[in-house]
């Protein structure tokens, strides 16, 4: 079992910088890949960005350039950079984790991109 927390989500300006964190903990054992994801309101969730556990990172079309996932495995953490933010941005963003093909959720963590 893995529980992820989320946080780092806020109010932001268009333009400013975020960064949220995802501390795994329980069985941290054996997580291979880790990323994010969001659901903005009145659309379906969408994958964000992932990073596995050697290293190997992929990032959405619509963010590649102003985001960037970063792990930390001596903290069982994954972070998640943004920057240039816009009002497209704002949505609920929820970490995710898959350990021996399963796949776990956070509860998510609120980013509001003001315009």
């Known amino acids: 079992q893995v529980q992820l927390v989320e946080s780092g989500g806020a109010l932001v300006q268009v333009g400013g910088s975020l960064r949220l964190s995802c501390a795994a903990s329980?069985?941290?054992?054996?997580?291979?890949?880790m990323g994010w994801s969001r659901q903005a309101p009145g659309k379906q969730r969408e994958s964000v960005a992932s990073i596995s556990s050697g290293g190997t990172t992929t990032i959405a079309d619509s963010v590649k350039g102003r985001f960037t996932i970063s792990r930390d495995n001596a903290k069982n953490t994954v972070y998640l950079q943004m920057n240039s933010l816009k009002p497209e941005d704002t949505a609920v963003y929820y970490c995710?984790?898959?350990?021996?093909?399963?796949?776990?959720w956070g509860k998510g963590t609120l980013a509001t991109v003001s315009s």
């Open positions: 995710k984790a898959t350990r021996y093909s399963r796949l776990y």
């Open positions: 329980g069985s941290t054992d054996s997580i291979n890949n």
